[in-house]
């Protein structure tokens, strides 16, 4: 049995917006999605942001060649460059308040058919899944933001439920405002 590529949607859908889409990367919440992301920022030289509280973890990713702001994304993402934005993850507390905040900041940066990935966004009905004892982390309310944005006229948005740990992995891709879409 062959090991399952949590972050493949990622992987291959990063290299097309990538090859259409100019701007760097980021990530809040360092983990097994950062050598994915850091391939991508390579493959098209672009650098790749990385944001974590965990010290041990930034070093790593420092070490990787990756641009790392160490501390809470909330205080870590105003130190952030005002620069273009091509490709996302968030993937750090599973709080909607905090990803609500951390996703506004970063779709004013993100680049016209940008896009920025969510994780944990799937509403979770398996009890230990809510639990923060899980190793995975706990999925918390991440599932508001999604339901939020899929309201949101300026992106449109796509949902895994099956990918990346089974919690959910939202696509959220920032429309051009001056070309029509067809709407619901």
């Known amino acids: 049995m062959t090991k399952k590529n949590k972050w493949i949607i990622i992987e291959k859908l990063g290299e097309e917006v990538l090859t259409n889409v100019e701007g760097c990367l980021f990530e809040i919440g360092i983990g097994k999605s950062t050598p994915v992301l850091k391939k991508l920022a390579d493959n098209f030289r672009r650098d790749l942001y990385c944001f974590d509280k965990q010290e041990k973890l930034c070093k790593w990713a420092k070490e990787q060649g990756c641009k790392v702001y160490l501390g809470r994304s909330l ?12 490709l996302g993850l968030i993937d750090g507390r599973h709080e909607a308040a905090t990803v609500r905040q951390e996703l506004a900041f970063f779709l004013n940066l993100l680049s016209i058919h940008g896009v920025i990935f969510m994780h944990d966004t799937y509403l979770q ?36 439920p099956y990918t990346a740990g089974d ?5 959220i891709m920032k429309l051009d405002p001056d070309r029509p879409y067809f709407r619901k």
Do not use: H, N
């Open 75 to 86: 205080t870590s993402i105003r130190l952030f460059p005002r620069i273009r934005v091509a």
């Open 125 to 160: 009905t398996d009890e230990r899944m809510r639990s923060e004892d899980d190793p995975r982390g706990a999925a918390g309310d991440v599932y508001k933001v999604r339901q939020e944005m899929e309201q949101d006229d300026r992106v449109q948005t796509f949902t895994w």
């Open 167 to 171: 919690c959910g992995l939202t696509m």
